[in-house]
């Protein structure tokens, strides 16, 4: 097998996509439909994963309402992150987002010293980084299609000088 050379990764694979392009909507849709399905499943009850979160944190310093409250909107937040990735809509604003909310939830398991769920977490936020690194291969999405559809449709401003022939 021979090694792969910087013309084959840039190749179109099909319908013009490259394997960089492909290989960000792999990842960027893999996060979103997790993410989407961490909140699917959380958001029928609410309140009981808001027990169980509550009691995870009863051993730390975080005060039991503020647990609550956060653990009562996690799935919600997910639900949306994961809705919005999934379509690549608004999707640095997503990562970003998503990112921040893994940075609270590592800050939150390491308070329990629970290392081994905190070392999940940081592939996920390793995740959010690489997708937000690579942003500028977003091209299979709700944001290009609108930027391209904004660019075509772009009115000429009566301030502009005229066109040189």
Request: hydrophobic share 55%.
């Amino acid at each position: 097998m021979k090694p792969s050379t910087s013309t084959e990764d840039a190749s179109p694979l099909f319908f013009g996509i490259t394997n960089a392009v492909a290989g960000h909507l792999l990842l960027r849709l893999a996060l979103g439909i997790n993410l989407l399905g961490h909140g699917l499943v959380r958001i029928g009850n609410p309140g009981a994963f808001a027990d169980v979160l509550v009691q995870l944190f009863a051993n730390t310093w975080l005060p039991s309402p503020l647990v609550r409250l956060f653990a009562l909107l996690l799935p919600f937040l997910e639900l949306i992150i994961g809705v919005l990735l999934t379509l690549g809509l608004l999707t640095r604003a997503a990562l970003f987002t998503g990112g921040l909310l893994m940075v609270s939830l590592i800050f939150g398991t390491t308070l329990r010293s629970d290392w081994e769920t905190a070392g999940l977490q940081m592939i996920y936020a390793a995740f959010y980084a690489a997708l937000m690194a690579t942003a500028h291969l977003n091209h299979v999405s709700v944001d290009a299609w609108w930027a391209r559809t904004r660019s075509h449709s772009a009115p000429v401003s009566s301030n502009s000088p005229a066109p040189v022939p």
